[in-house]
């Protein structure tokens, strides 16, 4: 059955006749994210964790190469924040991230990369309850 399927367009490529073209799939429409962010509770950290100025001019870098879409600059700086859902274990430790949407990939995955080296040994175990969500929200901002 293929080979006569391949003879028969073999055969309308050499009489000059272009196979029929599927018309494009439509992407699938745009869902709001199942998670509650306001709902989350703050990640307990011991002590709150900020970037760097190495980290922020590694998320401003990634911006620029990928051109994702930057936020308005107030006051003459940029400030981008990222939101991360972090599930934390019985052992207190991070089982899982989920970093919001920001239009900016890279920079999403860094930042849920980022929490679970700052939770690692710095939360606070008497505020964790284990197989919990939380909300961990880092701030990036330079110079506009």
Known sequence: ??????????????????PVTPPPVAPPP????????????????????????????????????SGCPLPE??????????????LIGEDHVVRATIPRAI???TVEQYAAGLVVSYARGNLVPRFVNAGSWYRAVLVFDWAA
């Open 1 to 18: 059955m293929m080979a006569l399927a391949l003879l028969g367009l073999t055969a309308q490529l050499a009489q000059g006749i272009s």
């Open 30 to 65: 745009l869902t709001r994210s199942p998670i509650d962010w306001q709902a989350l509770p703050p990640l307990p950290y011991r002590y709150t964790p900020r970037p760097t100025a190495r980290m922020n001019a590694f998320v401003q870098s990634e911006f620029a190469r």
């Open 73 to 86: 600059p107030s006051t003459g700086r940029v400030q981008v924040q990222v939101d991360v859902a972090v």
């Open 103 to 105: 239009a900016c990939p």
